[in-house]
């Protein structure tokens, strides 16, 4: 099985920064693509940031500018840099990769922006 596991969520204040991580661990195989996603109470899961297993990222025009995704290989590991929080940027962020052809999902961290 395949795990993952985030961290660095926390409390920011409007147009600070932080930088989640989410490491998968188990019987990886192959990692394809990797991404983020976001939900707030009584909302649906919204896409955040995708980055390819080439190293192509994509972001949602909400943080297009602001929110960086990267991928470390040799550690199963990806990553985002979220930068000018907004209160709005507020919610559980969720990391989801496909291993193995499936897709795995994190726990979730939560990020609250507020002064």
């Known amino acids: 099985q395949v795990q993952l596991v985030e961290s660095g969520g926390g409390l920011v204040q409007p147009g600070g920064s932080l930088r989640l991580s989410c490491a998968a661990s188990?019987?990886?195989?192959?990692?394809?693509?990797m991404g983020w996603y976001r939900q707030t109470p009584g909302k649906e899961r919204n896409w955040v940031a995708g980055?390819?297993?080439?190293?192509?990222?994509n972001y949602a025009d909400s943080v297009k500018g602001r929110f960086t995704i990267s991928r470390d290989n040799a550690k199963n590991t990806v990553y985002l840099q979220m930068n000018s929080l907004k209160p709005e940027d507020a919610a559980v962020y969720y990391c989801?990769?496909?291993?193995?052809?499936?897709?795995?999902w994190g726990r979730g961290t939560l990020v609250t922006v507020s002064s």
């Open positions: 989801k990769i496909v291993v193995n052809y499936a897709e795995v």
């Open positions: 188990g019987s990886i195989i192959r990692i394809n693509s």
């Open positions: 980055i390819t297993n080439a190293g192509s990222p």
